[in-house]
């Protein structure tokens, strides 16, 4: 089942890190946008379904569709999103 264009209605960034030496040697990770902002379709997993899978959550998860571009597909789990103000954490 496909996401039609029209049902993607809110933009998200992504955010990517790039790590530096701070004055003691330790590396600190600084986040800042990846590319445009791009347009999805965002889906709140609901805590019956997080349930099911078995997974304990105190966090809020939910379920991003974009379109498959090159730019897309070079994302990773390394990276992060960010959608209303909230970051989230990209695992698959």
């Known amino acids: 089942m496909g996401v039609t264009a029209s049902a993607m209605d809110q933009q998200i960034q992504f955010r990517r890190a790039t790590t530096t030496p701070d004055a003691y040697g330790n590396l600190v990770e600084e ?3 990846h590319g445009d902002p791009v347009w999805c379709l965002r889906r709140d997993v609901k805590d019956e379904e997080a349930i099911n899978a078995g ?15 090159e730019f ?19 695992t698959g």
């Open 31 to 33: 986040w800042d946008d």
């Open 55 to 69: 997974v304990f959550r105190s966090r809020l998860m939910a379920r991003f569709s974009v379109r498959s571009t």
């Open 72 to 90: 897309t597909r070079d994302l990773t789990t390394a990276d992060r999103l960010v959608s209303d103000g909230v970051t989230f954490v990209i």
